[in-house]
Every structure is written in C-alpha cells, then in structure tokens.
C-alpha cells in the first residue's frame, strides 16, 4: 500500500484520519488474530482438566452408557474435589504468609473482585486544558536545562 502522508490534506482532520486508516490496515495486515474461550461463570479453582472430565461425563451421559457414565461422574466428582482442596490450601497460604499483597489478592479471588474500568469523556476543553499544562510543564523543563547550560558554560568561560 503507497501512503500519502503528510499530502494526504490540508486539514487536521484528514491528516488524522489518514494515519489511523493507515494504523489500521498494519494492524489488519501484521496483528494475528485469535479466538480464545472465555468461561465466565467458572469457578477460580475450575481447571483446563476438569473441563475435559466434564465434557466426557456429559458425552458418556448423552451416549446412554450407565456404566461409562458412573465412572466418568465418579472421575470428575474426585478430580473437583482435589480441585477445590488444591485451591483452599492455597488461599490458606496466601492468608497465613502475612503478606498484604497476597492477602488482598486472596480476597480479590474469593469476591470475585474486578475494578471498574475508566470512563473517558469526549471533553475537548479538558484535552486542551491538559495539553496546555503538560506544554508548559515541558517547556519549563527545557527552560532549566538550557538556563542551567548556560550557567555551566559561563563558569567555564570565567576560569
């Protein structure tokens, strides 16, 4: 793809709808793409394991099998309980090391705790208000520098 750049238009717009179309297709273009399984209702302690021994009970139940099907209830009965044992010795540790961090990340596990994510405002005003102010931060800063350059080659200068 040939990319106009900077000729794409006159006007601040177009120019940024150029460069984001264009961001786009290399994202389109280079980005792979993959489809994962989410199980949201599943429990911290519901393993990939578990989840196969689940979908071979529910096979051997829809087969009609009695036998098959005991078994593989009997199977993923023990593999959740080791399952959910494995976690709460976990959870355990996590509480007895007398770490906050863990501590809270425990708890974050057990509530099922997830922060709600920011919301952005379409505030143009704010934006500016921003811009202006990280600007002014920036050019104070190259002010320091440059004044405090001169100031180290002027003592240079003086000896």
């Given amino acids: 793809?040939?990319?106009?750049?900077?000729?794409?238009?006159?006007?601040?717009?177009?120019?940024?709808?150029?460069?984001?179309?264009?961001?786009?297709?290399?994202?389109?273009?280079?980005?792979p793409v993959r489809t994962r399984k989410i199980y949201n209702n599943d429990k911290p302690w519901f393993t990939a394991q578990l989840r196969r021994l689940r979908s071979e009970k529910e096979e051997a139940r829809r087969s009609g099998d009695k036998d098959r099907f005991k078994e593989a209830k009997y199977r993923f009965a023990k593999a959740a309980k080791e399952a959910k044992h494995r976690f709460s010795e976990k959870l355990q540790q996590q509480f007895s090391e007398g770490n906050?961090?863990?501590?809270?990340?425990?708890?974050?596990?057990?509530?099922?705790?997830?922060?709600?994510?920011?919301?952005?405002?379409?505030?143009?005003?704010?934006?500016?208000e921003l811009n202006e102010f990280y600007c002014l931060i920036a050019s104070s800063c190259c002010l320091q520098q440059n004044l405090q350059q001169g100031i180290n080659q002027a003592a240079k200068l003086e000896l």
């Fill in 1 to 31: 793809m040939e990319w106009a750049g900077p000729e794409a238009g006159n006007n601040l717009d177009e120019y940024t709808d150029t460069v984001i179309s264009f961001i786009s297709f290399c994202e389109e273009v280079c980005v």
């Fill in 100 to 128: 906050p961090a863990s501590v809270w990340k425990g708890l974050k596990t057990i509530t099922n705790y997830k922060p709600k994510s920011p919301q952005t405002s379409d505030n143009l005003s704010l934006a500016n």
